[in-house]
Structures are given as C-alpha cells and as structure tokens.
C-alpha cells in the first residue's frame, strides 16, 4: 500500500497545496477550456499529492468534468491498475544481482543520500538496491507524505474515482509502462543528477510552498512556470532530462488529446501542471496549432 502511494507521484515535478479550497473559487483556476465546432474539451493542470482540506474544487473544476464524456489521464489509475505500475516500477527501478545504488553513485551522493533518509527516519540499508531515479521518486514522496499530502487526494485519483462512479470513458496519453520506462531510460550520471538536484533541493521543500501553491490556486500560469525555470536554471546538466520528461512528452500528448478531439470526443483532460506551462507547454502547443484556448 505504501508504494502504491509513491508512484502516483511519477510525473516527476512535485507540486504542494496546503488548505486554501475556500479561496479558489474567487480566482481562476489552472484549468482550460479547448473550444472546437464540435463542443468544447477541458485541460486541468494536476497536483498528484493533496490535502484532504482543499476540497470541495472551484465549481468551475467540477462542472466542466460533468459535461465532458470522457477522462483522459497520463495513465489510467482505476481498477488495479496503479498496483500492476507500482509493481512494474519497482521491478524496474531496483538493481538485480550483486548491482547497488552504492555502485552507480559518487561516494558524495551516496553519503547525501543516507544523511536525507536519516532525517526522515530512514536507513540508506533499506535502500541500497533502489536505482538513483526510484530513490530520488521515493524521498521526496515520504517528505510529501510526512507533511501530510497523500496521493488519495491527488487530483488524478479525485477524478479517476468519479469517472468510475459515474461510468464515464476513462483514457490515456501514456500509461504508467512508459512514464517507468522513461525514467528508467536515464543514464547512469543522469540518474545520479537527478538524484542529487532532488536530496538538494529537498530541504527547500516546504519553503517553497507558499509560492507555489499560490501559483496553482490562483491559476498563475506564469509565477508557475518561473518556479519551474528557476529550478531548470539551477541544474543546466540536467536540460537532456528535462526536454526528454517534459518537453518531449507534451508533443507526444498534445498529438494523442487532438487525435481524441478530432474523433468527436468531449474529453476532460488531466495532466500534471509542469506540462501545461511556457512555450512548450500543452496550453501553448495547442495554441500554436490553431485551437482557441481559454483559461477560466
């Protein structure tokens, strides 16, 4: 069960909200409607780790969901489908045979590593066979948890269970076998870069909180996606990974959502907020394509 918490969270950029939901309703959401002839598609930017406080959503959240046939998310959390991912992801993301982390990582990660887990009541021992990616994925998921996010309250898992209940079409742009893959992808010094930025930058966690969950409860795309810059600027080492984990997949996933529109289907579009943003964003790819987007 625990882990089946932790890779919800796969997306890779974390994004916090602490118990503002009476204020959404007075501003704009991180939602937008995709206008066609045929009737109109949503695109909500996702928060995979919530409080149960923020509920209930701004009703605009809500209703564009009831009038749309369908749900379209990275992967499709319903059934038992998030515990064949989590399986496959730790298949995937531990070192087999004789192979550890202590290995694949300089002896300066490695010791940044065991002091994180210490401080959250953790042993590098329990670890040692995780991959760079699947710790980095997994530390930041308990800081997440001990702060009191849970994925339940996710925006992904919210909608994914009121699809099921009202047997609404639930669709895909990916599916949790190649967000795995991806990760799984990276080479050894990425995986250790990625790896060491997110031990970094995790003791910032909770300082950036404010900024950020403003960002998304006011539906400001733009101080959004400075955090996001801000964070890319820090680590130009990592530019390969990030092109490959956002901007490359929000092409793919903007040729999957117009396949979807262009087949006549009312879709209700989920996908985490660090792809809806800048010039290579969702939002802006579609744009450029010639849809009319409107934030609301």
């Known amino acids: 069960m625990r882990y089946r918490k932790l890779f919800v969270s796969i997306g890779l950029c974390i994004i916090l909200i602490t118990s503002y939901g009476h204020l ?3 501003q704009k959401s991180f939602l937008w409607e995709v206008k066609t002839d045929s009737g109109s598609s949503y695109l909500l930017g996702s928060i995979h780790l919530l409080k149960k406080e923020v509920y209930p959503l701004n009703p605009v959240i809500e209703n564009s969901f009831d009038k749309c046939g369908a749900l379209v998310l990275e992967a499709n959390l319903s059934g038992d489908n998030l515990a064949k ?21 300089s002896a300066k990660t490695y010791r940044l590593a065991a002091e994180k887990l210490k401080a959250i009541g953790l042993t590098i021992d ?8 699947m710790l980095a994925m997994t530390v930041q998921s308990f800081q997440l948890i001990k702060m009191g996010f849970q994925a339940e ?8 269970k009121k699809a ?23 080479s050894v010094k990425e995986q250790e870069d990625f790896l060491f930025s997110s031990l970094v930058e995790s003791d910032k966690l909770e300082k950036e909180i404010d900024k950020i969950v403003n960002a998304w ?3 400001n ?19 390969g990974v990030n092109k490959r984990f956002l901007d490359d997949r929000n ?8 396949q979807f529109i262009k087949e006549g289907k009312k879709c209700f579009v989920i996908v985490g907020a660090a792809h809806m943003v800048g010039k290579k964003g969702v939002v802006q790819l579609l744009k450029d394509m010639g849809y009319n987007v409107e934030q609301l």
């Open 24 to 26: 959404i309703s007075q």
């Open 85 to 105: 991912a989590s399986f496959a992801a730790l298949q995937k993301g531990m070192y087999q045979g004789e192979d550890t982390l202590e290995k694949n990582v």
């Open 126 to 133: 329990t670890f040692k066979k995780f991959k760079p990616w």
């Open 153 to 160: 309250y996710g925006i992904d898992f919210y909608f994914s």
């Open 164 to 186: 099921e209940e009202v047997k609404k079409e639930i669709l895909e742009l990916e599916g949790f076998e190649f967000q795995v893959n991806l990760l799984n992808s990276f």
């Open 217 to 219: 409860l006011f539906g």
């Open 221 to 239: 795309a733009k101080q959004l996606e400075e955090v996001f810059l801000d964070s890319v600027k820090k680590y130009p080492e990592l530019e």
């Open 251 to 258: 092409v793919k996933m903007v040729e999957k959502i117009v």
